[in-house]
């Protein structure tokens, strides 16, 4: 990695140099996790919409330790989300950076190969667990295709769950989250089944980035707290291979999955969403 740390905001070198020393007098965050029952699920996701059927859990280990209430926090998305692994540690090593007296209860609600209109079936599932924070991703890398028809879709379905959220669990809190930006050079290279041509990469990966920009924009005109990893990922217009998986070119590196994670965490920070 060649000077890429000259492009990552400030704030971000900072966390990853600061290692916190919890005492005695300041308890760590306490993680209770919940995931999704195992099913085999490809390591890439599909580029056009196959729906999946959702189980979740609820049968894991008690909270320990700490007071107060355990925040419960929902991340919905497509692969992007459901590679982050069950129980998102690096979300949960994220949150303890932030919020180190607190508890919490992670779930992970990613959807392999699924768009954002085959997901929202699915929203239901979320809601009866009525978490406190529920962050929703764009779904950008299973879209509609390059078209004002697309994203005009993308944009409704937002405003469905956003709606549909806010009138069955109006004290829960909304973050929209834009995962990190795709590679148009290297995109898909290793990835099982996927051969694309030079054309179709740049195709691809612009396409994405639209859908991306498009949660972005949907998220700043509707006044919602947003967790933009894919603007601070991009260089020169394109993604940070640092960021990317090495073996598909599609989803998040370690590194990747450590930036995404921190930036949410730091937009619930920032927007005061925890007490």
Same mark, same amino acid.
């Given at each position: 990695?060649?000077?890429?740390?000259?492009?990552?905001?400030?704030?971000?070198?900072?966390?990853?140099?600061?290692? #916190?020393?919890?005492?005695?007098?300041?308890?760590?965050?306490?993680?209770?996790?919940?995931?999704?029952? #195992?099913?085999?699920?490809?390591?890439?996701?599909?580029?056009?919409?196959?729906?999946?059927?959702?189980?979740?859990?609820?049968?894991?280990?008690?909270?320990?330790?700490?007071?107060?209430?355990?925040?419960?926090?929902?991340?919905?998305?497509?692969?992007?989300?459901? =590679?982050?692994?069950?129980?998102?540690?690096?979300?949960?090593?994220?949150?303890?950076?932030?919020?180190?007296?607190?508890?919490?209860?992670?779930?992970?609600?990613?959807?392999?190969?699924?768009?954002?209109?085959?997901?929202?079936?699915?929203?239901?599932?979320?809601?009866?667990?009525?978490?406190?924070?529920?962050? %929703?991703?764009?779904?950008?890398?299973?879209?509609?295709?390059?078209?004002? !028809?697309?994203?005009?879709?993308?944009?409704?379905?937002?405003?469905?769950?956003?709606? !549909? %959220?806010?009138?069955?669990?109006?004290? =829960? *809190?909304?973050?929209?989250? @834009?995962?990190? @930006?795709?590679?148009?050079?290297?995109?898909? /290279?290793?990835?099982?089944?996927?051969?694309?041509?030079?054309?179709?990469?740049?195709?691809? =990966?612009?396409?994405? *980035?639209?859908?991306?920009?498009?949660?972005?924009?949907?998220?700043?005109?509707?006044?919602?707290?947003?967790?933009?990893?894919?603007?601070?990922?991009?260089?020169?217009?394109?993604?940070?291979?640092?960021?990317? /998986?090495?073996?598909?070119?599609?989803? !998040?590196?370690?590194?990747?999955?450590?930036?995404?994670?921190?930036?949410?965490?730091?937009?619930?920070?920032? /927007?005061?969403?925890?007490?």
């Amino acid at each position: 990695m060649v000077g890429v740390f000259a492009f990552i905001p400030i704030y971000y070198q900072l966390l990853q140099a600061y290692h #916190p020393d919890f005492g005695s007098h300041l308890a760590p965050a306490i993680i209770e996790t919940v995931s999704i029952t #195992p099913t085999p699920l490809p390591l890439i996701p599909s580029l056009s919409p196959t729906p999946k059927v959702l189980g979740v859990t609820t049968d894991t280990l008690p909270a320990v330790g700490g007071d107060g209430r355990i925040y419960s926090v929902a991340v919905f998305g497509d692969s992007m989300i459901q =590679t982050l692994e069950p129980g998102l540690p690096k979300l949960a090593t994220a949150l303890q950076k932030y919020f180190p007296q607190s508890k919490f209860n992670l779930i992970n609600y990613g959807l392999p190969a699924t768009s954002i209109d085959s997901a929202i079936p699915h929203l239901q599932q979320i809601i009866d667990q009525s978490p406190d924070i529920i962050v %929703i991703e764009s779904f950008a890398y299973n879209n509609f295709g390059n078209s004002q !028809t697309g994203i005009d879709k993308q944009w409704q379905n937002l405003s469905t769950i956003t709606a !549909t %959220i806010k009138q069955k669990l109006p004290q =829960t *809190k909304i973050v929209l989250t @834009a995962t990190i @930006a795709p590679n148009s050079i290297v995109f898909g /290279n290793g990835a099982k089944d996927l051969h694309l041509s030079s054309l179709d990469k740049i195709e691809k =990966t612009k396409t994405i *980035k639209l859908y991306l920009q498009n949660l972005v924009n949907f998220a700043t005109s509707q006044n919602y707290p947003l967790a933009n990893a894919y603007s601070q990922s991009l260089f020169n217009g394109d993604g940070l291979t640092d960021f990317i /998986n090495p073996s598909d070119h599609i989803h !998040t590196s370690e590194y990747g999955a450590e930036f995404f994670s921190d930036t949410i965490a730091k937009a619930i920070f920032d /927007n005061k969403l925890i007490d």
